[in-house]
């Protein structure tokens, strides 16, 4: 009984799109996302992208795997803003420059252009 109350705990601490976000569920964000989740959401002082890019960058340290970019890229599909700020002031550069995420950081820097050229 206690272990499942402190499963209940873990799985209700985390927003569902943030929840999809922290097991790299692409699939379940897209869907998220695509059902009108906000792709700028903050909780527990990260952005969904802010978050991203975090746990891409820490799961790759942790399991000395290649860096994975999938939900980056799907929260930047969905309009997530690659410049928002989380409420510690950390930008999702400032996140992809600190794990050495080149391909997070590639993205960025594709979608903040893309966004410099629709505003001339």
Do not use: C
Request: hydrophobic letters at 40%; a negative charge; proline letters at 5%.
């Amino acid at each position: 009984m206690l272990r499942w109350r402190l499963n209940a705990l873990v799985s209700d601490y985390w927003t569902p799109a943030h929840h999809a976000v922290e097991h790299e569920d692409a699939e379940t964000l897209a869907r998220l996302l695509a059902d009108g989740a906000d792709p700028n959401e903050v909780f527990s002082n990260m952005t969904l992208l802010t978050h991203a890019i975090d746990v891409e960058g820490d799961g790759s340290l942790q399991s000395g795997q290649p860096l994975a970019v999938h939900t980056t890229a799907v929260l930047l599909a969905f309009g997530a803003d690659p410049e928002l700020a989380d409420p510690d002031g950390h930008t999702p550069m400032d996140m992809a420059e600190h794990y050495g995420h080149n391909l997070a950081v590639k993205l960025l820097r594709a979608h903040i252009s893309g966004r410099a050229a629709g505003n001339r």
